[in-house]
């Protein structure tokens, strides 16, 4: 298979937009590089590091670049091609934006899985959480004291480098889920149910309405010696009537939804009716400027807000029934 690698060059302010707009197209595999995260990384006290390549140095004052892949084939150049008129207009209609760049290489099938590979390295989320590819080893400095989760995500979204999914990661730190049965709406690589099963969860139940993601967070689970009798993986969609058969009738400590605004508006009702009394609803994937709509409509569904996080231009809600 030969693939096409896209580059698109931007200015930092306008990142957040962008990858909305990917997100809103179903391109939900790509790599965000911004140097401008390296000051933040040698600012935080409480990450230790022997050593920084000075190649960053010189690298950190260039302009972010979103990369993805596209296969060379009808339904590829399709996709590539819509994507391309969609940041035109964009860019066009928002000035304020700044300028960017489009940038198209074409690289053979025996290069991608290493191209692919070399954006996905070992971060620390939190104060307890390592996540690190199955090809990676945790640096000496990081074993001590955290939670090590592995992850292959292959197709699927959820590496914890995205502010989205790292905001779920940190809420955890806030609640208690020692014994919880926990529901994970969407789970993509499967990061947060495992996340929460290595955390106390006694229970999992993982459901996505893609059989990739489906598949890969069987893998995930199995990689992370996870029980695999404490889990249920399946392909699902919450507003079947058919749910019920999948997931059971047992209500959910914890809920993790980190969807996008519209479907956890549309799911707000359902996943009231899924949370036990007292437990908690974690959402994310919300633009911060639909915030208050999602908010609103878990208040609606009688949802209390405990708590907000942003990041990135992402909001994440910790919401309890």
């Known amino acids: 298979m030969i693939w096409t690698e896209v580059n698109i060059t931007l200015e930092h302010a306008a990142i957040a937009c962008v990858t909305s707009l990917l997100t809103s197209l179903g391109e939900e595999s790509f790599v965000v590089s ?6 933040e990384l040698l600012e935080n006290k409480q990450i230790f590091y022997d050593y920084v390549e000075n190649s960053l140095f010189l690298s950190k004052n260039e302009k972010p670049v979103i990369t993805l892949y596209f296969e060379k ?3 590829g150049f399709e996709r590539m091609y819509i994507l391309r008129e969609t940041i035109h207009r964009y860019f066009k209609e928002n000035p304020s934006a700044g300028a960017y760049s489009w940038k198209e290489d074409t690289i053979a099938n025996s290069d991608f899985e290493h ?11 939190g104060k307890t959480f390592c996540i690190k590819p ?3 080893t945790v640096p000496d400095a990081w074993k001590e004291n955290q939670v090590v989760l592995e992850i292959d995500p292959d197709a699927a979204f959820g590496t914890g480098s995205h502010a989205t999914t790292r905001m779920c990661m940190e809420a955890i730190e806030t609640i208690d889920l020692n ?11 499967g990061i947060l149910g495992i996340a929460a099963l290595l955390s106390g969860a006694s229970s999992l139940c993982a459901v996505d309405i893609d059989e990739a993601a489906v598949r890969i967070t069987k893998q995930n689970v199995h990689i992370n010696r996870c029980d695999p009798s404490h889990c249920t993986i399946a392909c699902c969609d919450l507003t079947s009537p058919v749910a019920y058969q999948i997931i059971g009738t047992q209500p959910f400590d914890v809920i993790f939804a980190n969807i996008v605004a519209d479907v956890l508006i549309s799911l707000a009702d ?5 949370c036990k009394p007292g437990g908690v609803l974690i ?6 400027e639909r915030a208050l709509e999602v908010i609103q409509a878990l208040g609606k569904s009688g949802f209390r807000i405990r708590k907000t996080f942003t990041s990135e231009g992402w909001t994440a809600v910790i919401a309890e029934k």
């Not at 911004?34 to 000051?39: F, G, M, P, V, W």
């Not at 191209?115 to 989320?125: D, E, G, H």
């Not at 959402?283 to 911060?288: F, H, K, Q, Y």
């Open 134 to 136: 199955t090809w990676e």
């Open 270 to 274: 359902v996943f009231f009716s899924l």
């Open 115 to 125: 191209v692919w590979k070399q954006y996905f390295k070992p971060l620390l989320i």
């Open 283 to 288: 959402a994310s994937g919300i633009l911060d």
């Open 179 to 189: 014994n919880a049965h926990v529901l994970d709406a969407g789970c993509g690589s």
């Open 73 to 75: 084939t009808p339904e």
């Open 34 to 39: 911004d140097y401008s995260d390296l000051e």
